[in-house]
Structure formats: C-alpha cells, structure tokens
C-alpha cells in the first residue's frame, strides 16, 4: 500500500507501507513496532523536559506542535532531538489533526501525549518489554 492510501491503522490515512507490510505477514506471529509521539505545546518549558525524558528509548520520533512559544520551550524540545513545527492555535482538535497531517509521522503507532504528562516508569516497561521490542501480537488492533 502505498504512503497517503485509505487504512485502518488509525493515522487518518496517512501510513506507511511497512506498516501493513508486516501486519499482512502470515508468517510472523509478532510485528516489529515504533512509536512516534506527538506533543502540542505552548509555553510548556515548565513541564516539557520531564515529559521528554520519560519518552527516551520508547518513542523512535517525537513531533512537537507549537503554536508560537515565548519561553524557551521550542529550544528544549529541539535540544532533546523533536522535530518542531509550529502552527497557530486554532483548537486542539484542529491542531492534533494538523500534527498528524503536517507532522512527518513515521511511526507505526502514533502516543498523543501532553506536555505536562510523562510516562511512568511501569507504563515504560510495558512498552518496551512489548512494542519496543517487537512483541506485539499480530492480530492486536491499535
């Protein structure tokens, strides 16, 4: 399938081939995943570090949404290696769906994640002991 093709995977549209490549492979009980989180911020240098931290060697990409900091949350974000693009804020629901339209989601599995949230570490494990590693049951449906 190509990339911009109609799917079910759930990044409105917008998957990559592989994706499907590896959910179509009969022989393979588990898939090989990565996560891209997404993020929205705006003036979020209070609580963005923490939050990125708790995504390190879970997300395979992060994608920050800002929609005009004037602290020094866009630095920090980039200092962390997320991809930055910014928008003007319309509504939340407009500006996720901007993410995932404009944002250059590679992942197979796409983490909406607040700026002020962090995963904890139980929540960490559990996806790096199954997504992260690849034991992902090939019938499970995200």
Same mark, same amino acid.
């Given at each position: 399938m190509a990339?911009?093709?109609?799917?079910t995977c759930g990044l409105?549209?917008?998957?990559l081939s592989t994706c499907h490549d590896n959910?179509?492979? /009969?022989?393979?009980p588990f898939m090989q995943e990565t996560i891209t989180a997404l993020i929205l911020t705006f003036n979020e240098e209070k609580?963005?570090?923490r939050c990125l931290r708790s995504l390190a060697g879970i997300a395979s990409q992060v994608v920050v949404i800002d929609c005009g900091s004037t602290d020094q949350t866009v630095a920090i974000c980039r200092a962390h290696g997320a991809e *930055?693009? *910014?928008n003007p804020w319309k509504n939340y629901s407009s500006q996720f769906n901007w993410g995932l339209d404009?944002?250059?989601i590679r992942g197979h599995w796409c983490l909406r994640i607040d700026a002020d949230e962090?995963? /904890?570490?139980?929540l960490r494990a559990?996806?790096?002991?199954? *997504? *992260?590693?690849g034991l992902v049951p090939k019938d499970l449906v995200g």
């Open positions: 990339r911009g093709m109609p799917c409105r549209g917008h998957c959910r179509n492979d /009969s022989t393979a609580h963005i570090d *930055v693009h *910014v404009h944002g250059g962090y995963l /904890s570490e139980p559990a996806l790096r002991d199954r *997504v *992260v590693a």
